[in-house]
């Protein structure tokens, strides 16, 4: 049977391994047991070195890896990452966990895309796990675990309205009683069982319960732990010192997850672009202003909405398209830059998405029909996709003014040189962008 600390590694089992590891100096050092056991993985990928993590430190880089990838790469191979569900590794696991938590707490925001990417893959790590287990020996382990995460011996509806919120769970899918959701079959049946005069109340259980539910329930209050953990521990890191391994760890991320996750951005151009100065190009997140590049990095409620729909929708667009708008008289479409709107499926609305994604809390989870707003701002009507078809329905809305965001965005106005003497943040794109490729061609 898998342990209860490699689907939970906040149980208490976890904690006694945290303890019994100690000494935090030798997360560096090369691990001759855990190579071992890595390299025994049924099905693990071994013919390049590279795949195998050789520490502990290596272990955790490589998790946060696996869910990069797992996420944005079409060409994602399963057995590059097979260790990550061999149980022999819980322990391992465990620690990475704790350390990945720490690391990542005094690195990051609660709410950053950092933090949201380690937390999810928590969740999608539980549920790998607990699919390579018998039905039995699943079942066991879930009602085992969520057994040690109730509270006073219940699961409060309330400690899940984020995800019922974000439309991941139904409360209809809930069984509720004075606001405790059942979830055991003996709770149920205590409550439930005299209504049942026809039919079997254990069979009754199943079909309004059912394990699905209860796994997603046990995902979802872990990733709430998870993240309840790393606020306990960002609040601490003030008070307390940190381990040099742990902030170097940390510094190593903050490069680390950028670097992995750029690899996957097909909207952004290589190294030394090969454009000129405003001619419409791949476009460099390098030349972005302040202002969009505290956009693109997740806007916490507030201006949300606006900065995403009304902000980087226009100057997306105008930025990849047409940067020349503001000396132009013309009236243009988009279709008339990009006829069969491939550059705006596959650049431009991927990093709106993604910059939507990175908002606290993501834009799309509690308002869907901005999805449509965006589409609308493109000038394709009120519709849930491009379609050449609808084009011309609305206005192909252009980029706001440096006065209009200091007065309705203004926390995202954060000058620096490179704003001087502009009034549009495409015209600071626009300077930007040709002085580094200069630079590149020099
Ligand atoms: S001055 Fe203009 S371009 Fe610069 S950050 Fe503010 S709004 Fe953006």
Redesign the pocket.
């Known amino acids: 049977m898998s342990e209860i600390s490699f689907i939970n590694p906040l149980s208490n089992e976890g904690k006694e391994i945290i303890r019994a590891y100690g000494d935090l100096n030798q997360l560096n050092k090369e691990d001759e047991s855990l190579i071992e056991e890595v390299t025994r993985t049924p099905n693990q990928k071994i013919s390049d070195d590279t795949i195998i993590p050789k520490s502990y430190k290596d272990f955790a880089l490589k998790r946060i890896q696996w869910a990069i990838e797992k996420k944005n790469n079409k060409n994602y191979v399963q057995n590059e990452y097979e260790y990550l569900i061999n149980d022999e590794l819980y322990k391992y696991d465990v620690v990475t966990f704790h350390v990945l938590c720490q690391a990542i707490a005094i690195q990051f925001n609660l709410g950053s895309r950092e933090t949201r990417l380690f937390i999810e893959s928590q969740a999608t790590l539980i549920h790998e796990r607990l699919a390579k287990l018998t039905p039995s020996l699943r079942e066991e382990l879930i009602d085992e675990i969520l057994d040690e995460i109730k509270v006073d011996g219940t699961i409060k509806w309330m400690s899940l309205k984020d995800v019922i919120s974000s439309k991941k769970l139904k409360l209809s899918d809930l069984l509720i009683e004075n606001g405790n959701i059942i979830l055991q079959q003996d709770e149920f049946l205590d409550n439930y069982e005299s209504e049942f005069i026809d039919r079997s109340p254990e069979r009754m259980y199943n079909i309004l319960v059912g394990d699905s539910v209860k796994e997603l329930i046990l995902s979802r209050l872990i990733m709430q732990k998870t993240e309840e953990y790393l606020e306990r521990i960002k609040n601490m890191s003030t008070r307390v010192e940190i381990h040099p391994t742990i902030l170097e760890l940390s510094e190593e991320l903050k490069e680390f997850i950028p670097t992995e996750i750029s690899k996957y951005n097909q909207y952004y151009e290589g190294s030394g672009g090969i454009y000129g100065s405003v001619q419409a190009g791949k476009l460099n997140p390098d030349a972005f ?4 590049q505290n956009t693109v990095n997740g806007v916490s409620s507030g201006g949300r909405n606006d900065a995403i729909v009304l902000l980087l929708t226009s100057f997306a667009s105008y930025a990849r398209l047409y940067p020349m708008i503001f000396a132009s008289d013309e009236t243009i479409k988009v279709s008339d830059l990009d006829p069969d709107l491939t550059i705006t499926e596959n650049e431009i609305l991927p990093l709106i998405f993604d910059a939507a994604d990175n908002c606290t809390p993501p834009l799309f989870e509690d308002q869907p029909q901005e999805k449509i707003n965006i589409i609308s701002k493109l000038g394709f009507g009120m519709h849930e996709k491009v379609d050449i078809n609808h084009e011309g329905e609305t206005k192909w809305y252009t980029p706001m003014s ?1 006065e209009k ?2 007065l309705h965005l203004p926390q ?5 040189k ?2 001087k003497g ?1 009034n ?2 495409l015209s ?1 794109y626009g300077r930007k962008k040709f002085q580094l490729d200069k630079k590149a061609k020099d």
């Open positions: 202003p302040p202002c969009i440096c965001i200091k995202l106005c954060k000058p620096d490179s704003c502009i549009n943040p600071c």
